[in-house]
């Protein structure tokens, strides 16, 4: 077999364990997103189906294919089909470029644990995920639904408001790697004292409310707001249509939650081990980021939803002004950092011999 035909293969087989992979991450999540609130409401939660509940997902799925998928009159139908796609999509695309792990040899060809490796990879994912939003607006606006629109359009002006915080905060980090390859970014946190964590901590933070507010959860979940909206944007939604809503959320909390750790967290980076094996570091970026699920989850059953009008203030007054100035702050000291080092002997000669 020639290489390239080697190479195609391995890349086959890359997309097929990714995709795959991250279906069944999402699947896996809608039961623990019903486990661990039950852990925290002390109930049992899922026990019936198969051991301990874990086959719930199965039943979802089988119950979501055999459901009827009803179109509401007045509808238009070509929008109304094709807006859960356009919400799950862009998840599922931005997925690509995350770097899962190091390099791994397969059929004797050394390639990387991602789908495929761009230059660019943080403008690919801040370009795409920002399409997630049309999905929504077009779901709402399709329904020929007052409620569905309301949701539809509130969704809309929290993710455009927070989107511009979760977008300085990612290039606060890029402006210390000097890089918009994610991978190159991973590389250059191999030990545990370059986590990007410890020079950008406000970014973080920033980056992680967003997050919430992107992913449309709680406590930001005001495009699915039961007591005022019936249930937001999807409500005229069922069957698979409605499952592919749900699946969009869900991959879009495996993106961020891998975004979050390839940026601040050092990615497949292994603590104290910078040459670890390539199935030990796969296993890492695989913990970290199911610690950053668990805090979806745990968030969701701990805060309270916001008003409306505090969620807007949130993301203009205080988060969109503090990620300008941290992004400030952090070209200034990018620029003249080095200029301030190369005078530091002079100013501590100055000031011993003051004294």
Same mark, same amino acid.
């Given at each position: 077999?020639?290489?390239?035909?080697?190479?195609?293969?391995?890349?086959?087989?890359?997309?097929?364990?990714?995709?795959?992979?991250?279906?069944?991450?999402?699947? &896996?999540?809608?039961? +623990?997103?019903?486990?661990?609130?039950? *852990?925290?409401?002390?109930?049992?939660?899922?026990?019936?189906?198969? !051991?301990?509940?874990?086959? =719930?997902?199965?039943?979802?799925?089988?119950?979501? $294919?055999?459901?009827?998928?009803?179109?509401?009159?007045?509808?238009?139908?070509?929008?109304?089909?094709? +807006? /859960?796609?356009?919400? @799950?999509?862009?998840?599922?695309?931005?997925?690509?470029?995350? /770097?899962?792990?190091?390099?791994?040899?397969?059929?004797?060809?050394?390639? !990387?644990?991602?789908?495929?490796? %761009?230059?660019?990879?943080?403008?690919? $994912?801040? @370009?795409?995920?920002? &399409?997630?939003?049309?999905?929504?607006?077009?779901?709402?606006?399709?329904?020929?639904?007052?409620?569905? &629109?309301?949701?539809?359009?509130?969704?809309?002006?929290?993710?455009?408001?927070?989107?511009?915080?979760?977008?300085?905060?990612?290039?606060?980090?890029?402006?210390?790697?000097?890089?918009?390859?994610?991978?190159?970014?991973?590389?250059? =946190?191999?030990?545990?004292?370059?986590?990007?964590?410890?020079?950008? !901590?406000?970014?973080?933070?920033?980056?992680?409310?967003?997050?919430?507010?992107?992913?449309?959860?709680?406590?930001?979940?005001?495009?699915?707001?039961?007591?005022?909206?019936?249930?937001?944007?999807?409500?005229?939604?069922?069957?698979?249509?409605?499952?592919?809503? @749900?699946?969009?959320?869900?991959?879009?909390? $495996?993106?961020?939650?891998?975004?979050?750790?390839?940026? #601040?967290?050092?990615?497949?980076?292994?603590?104290?081990?910078?040459?670890?094996? #390539?199935? $030990?570091?796969?296993?890492?970026?695989?913990?970290?980021?199911?610690?950053?699920?668990? %805090?979806? %989850? #745990?968030?969701? *059953?701990?805060?309270?939803?916001?008003?409306?009008?505090?969620?807007?203030?949130?993301?203009?007054?205080?988060? &969109?002004?503090?990620? %300008?100035?941290?992004?400030?702050?952090?070209?200034?000291?990018?620029?003249?950092?080095?200029?301030?080092?190369?005078? #530091?002997?002079?100013?501590? +000669?100055?000031?011993?011999?003051?004294?």
């Amino acid at each position: 077999m020639s290489p390239q035909v080697l190479e195609i293969v391995v890349w086959v087989i890359k997309v097929h364990v990714i995709f795959v992979a991250m279906t069944a991450v999402a699947a &896996l999540t809608t039961l +623990a997103e019903r486990k661990v609130s039950a *852990w925290m409401q002390y109930r049992h939660g899922p026990n019936r189906v198969g !051991p301990q509940g874990i086959l =719930q997902p199965l039943a979802d799925g089988v119950k979501f $294919i055999f459901k009827e998928s009803l179109v509401p009159d007045g509808a238009n139908k070509w929008m109304f089909r094709i +807006a /859960p796609a356009l919400a @799950a999509m862009p998840a599922m695309l931005t997925v690509a470029v995350i /770097p899962f792990g190091p390099d791994v040899t397969l059929f004797g060809v050394t390639t !990387p644990f991602s789908i495929t490796d %761009l230059d660019v990879g943080v403008m690919y $994912i801040l @370009a795409i995920g920002g &399409l997630s939003v049309y999905g929504v607006i077009v779901g709402g606006w399709a329904s020929n639904s007052k409620y569905s &629109l309301l949701g539809s359009l509130r969704a809309s002006a929290q993710m455009v408001s927070y989107e511009l915080s979760l977008i300085l905060a990612i290039l606060a980090v890029v402006a210390v790697s000097g890089t918009l390859d994610l991978r190159e970014v991973v590389m250059q =946190q191999k030990t545990l004292g370059q986590w990007n964590i410890f020079y950008q !901590p406000v970014a973080f933070v920033l980056f992680l409310i967003a997050a919430f507010a992107e992913t449309n959860r709680h406590p930001f979940d005001f495009a699915e707001c039961e007591p005022e909206l019936v249930s937001g944007f999807h409500t005229e939604y069922s069957a698979m249509r409605f499952a592919l809503f @749900a699946l969009g959320e869900y991959c879009a909390m $495996i993106v961020m939650s891998s975004l979050a750790v390839t940026l #601040w967290f050092g990615g497949f980076s292994v603590p104290f081990m910078p040459e670890a094996h #390539w199935a $030990i570091g796969i296993a890492a970026f695989c913990a970290k980021v199911t610690f950053f699920l668990f %805090l979806f %989850l #745990w968030v969701r *059953w701990t805060l309270p939803r916001f008003r409306f009008d505090q969620l807007m203030n949130l993301g203009w007054k205080v988060m &969109l002004p503090i990620a %300008l100035v941290n992004l400030f702050l952090t070209g200034a000291v990018i620029s003249y950092a080095p200029q301030l080092k190369a005078l #530091w002997p002079q100013v501590a +000669a100055v000031w011993n011999g003051g004294r």
